[in-house]
């Protein structure tokens, strides 16, 4: 219980941090970028815990699965509301340029500020294993270099998984994003749940390349080559899918819609049909 008493001391010195920042850069949107740095940061470091309690509290703390589901569909909850629309997933910040909702300076001023939040919570999350507070951190300190890669399967399996989960996610999160916070926030937070639950054995379908970045890509097994093709490829191309089956196009490549035919809003009278067919 003094592992999960520390972890959730972690979780919430995270999520203050976070909340602080938005609340002092939310009065100048034209930095929006640092509240998705801010938003990446806090749900990195916090699943890097989670992974922490997957990988040792369960045998060593003595926690089960439950509560190691129960946390991540709490963090993700937690994230869903403290961050508001800062998603911290850089394939979001791509799917919001494609769809003419963001310039290119921004969106590429966003991915950077997630790639670097991403960074500095594994940074911290290791200075805070370091500490050895507990039994199961003193045991993933010294597991820190040899870390479990969450890539359990071939390259071609991975991709595909993370494309299928990648497609699932945005077009549930296309579908939802007009819904009120209250109907949005936890339906993500239960989708995102369960497919990394289901997933476990595959990829852990994190759909987002700034998490994976931070959670696997430092893990042996694979090269990083291996693991942008498994993570970012994947997701960037079942966003793309998405997409085109949301809207039937990509409005920053090409507007003629591919699979759904605009209706016109004017009908002809019907007495002007009769009339041209008598001529």
């Known amino acids: 219980m003094s592992g999960l008493n520390a972890s959730l001391g972690y979780f919430v010195a995270v999520v203050i941090f976070a909340a602080s920042v938005r609340t002092l850069v939310r009065k100048w949107p034209r930095f929006s970028f640092i509240l998705e740095f801010a938003s990446s940061f806090m749900l990195v470091a916090c699943w890097l815990e989670v992974q922490t309690i997957v ?27 403290i961050c508001g629309g800062m998603s911290g997933n850089p394939t979001l910040a791509v799917q919001g340029f494609l769809q003419l909702e963001a310039t290119t300076l921004l969106t590429l001023l966003t991915v950077v500020a997630q790639f670097l939040g991403a960074h500095l919570a594994l940074l911290v999350a290791v200075y805070y294993w370091g500490l050895e507070l507990t039994d199961m951190h003193m045991i993933k300190n010294l597991m820190a270099r040899e870390c479990s890669t969450s890539l359990l399967v071939s390259l071609l399996q991975g991709f595909f998984t993370e494309c299928v989960c990648a497609l699932i996610f945005h077009l549930v999160h296309l579908n939802l994003r007009r819904r009120s916070a209250l109907i949005r926030v936890p339906l993500i937070a239960v989708l995102l749940t369960f497919l990394s639950h289901t997933a476990r054995g595959y990829t852990s379908a994190y759909m987002n390349p700034s998490l994976a970045y931070g959670l696997t890509f430092h893990c042996p097994g694979f090269t990083f080559t291996e693991y942008a093709v498994v993570y970012w490829l994947s ?17 920053r490549i090409f507007a003629k819609n591919l699979f759904y035919f605009q209706k016109t809003r004017f009908r002809v009278p019907k007495g002007d049909k009769a009339e041209k067919k008598k001529q």
């Open 55 to 81: 990988e040792v509290g369960e045998w060593a703390g003595g926690l089960g699965p439950d509560v190691t589901v129960t946390m991540l569909f709490v963090l993700l909850l937690t994230h869903g509301v």
């Open 235 to 251: 997701s960037l191309t079942g966003m793309t899918l998405a997409l085109l089956l949301y809207m039937g196009h990509i409005p």
